[in-house]
């Protein structure tokens, strides 16, 4: 290997190691900002409730679920989020604690989860088994990302234990929520190790 090709390829790791952190640290946004009205649930309710989004022509990354703290003073319960695609597959989950450790973000406690990639085009459901706080649901007027949007049904539910993926059509449900960020488009960074190495050719022939 030539010491051009050599350079390039440590180029093109270093490059591709940048484009990983770019994606997975990108400044990240509530899928649901916020919304309004709605009613409250009571606390002994064994449900799964989820509201449905469909992700704009870009994939995108989520790095964070949460559940609604519906007073932002801790939450009673811990409860599990997840997330699925219009299958049923369950594609990422996690555990938020009970009390005010996981971080705050609008009235979401959020925790941290390994970046799940979401598929432009694709419908996917988000939600968290209740039981144990205050549930919303008929939440109206939720306010979206821009990388994505609701789709019909708004949510989904399902009864029982634990965490199920939700297959009844409701109104909207609000209480699980997510961070995303956009996926930096790979023809940018290809562009960018073919540019380096260009220049880095020419300035060894010098």
């Given at each position: 290997m030539s010491f051009i090709s050599r350079n390039c390829l440590f180029i093109l790791v270093f490059l591709g190691f940048s484009f990983f952190l770019m994606s997975k640290h990108a400044n990240a946004d509530l899928v649901l900002a916020s919304f309004s009205g709605g009613s409250f649930g009571a606390t002994n309710v064994n449900q799964t409730n989820s509201f449905n989004i469909v992700v704009?022509?870009?994939?995108?990354f989520i790095s964070q679920l949460g559940f609604f703290d519906h007073n932002a003073d801790g939450l009673l319960a811990s409860h599990e989020v997840g997330v699925w695609n219009s299958s049923g597959t369950l594609v990422t989950s996690a555990i938020v604690p009970s009390?005010?450790?996981?971080?705050l973000v609008g009235q979401w406690r959020m925790v941290e989860?390994?970046?799940i990639r979401l598929k432009s085009a694709e419908?996917?459901?988000?939600?968290?088994?209740?039981f144990g706080d205050r549930y919303v649901f008929n939440g109206e007027n939720g306010v979206y990302d821009d990388a994505v949007g609701p789709v019909s049904p708004g949510g989904s539910l399902t009864n029982g234990?634990?965490?199920?993926?939700p297959t009844n059509p409701t109104g909207g449900r609000f209480n699980a929520n997510a961070t995303i960020s956009a996926v930096p488009e790979p023809s940018s960074f290809v562009l960018l190790v073919a540019t380096s190495c260009v220049v880095f050719g020419k300035r060894r022939r010098r």
């Open positions: 704009g022509p870009q994939d995108v009390g005010t450790s996981a971080q989860i390994a970046s419908t996917y459901l988000i939600g968290a088994q209740v234990s634990g965490l199920n993926f």
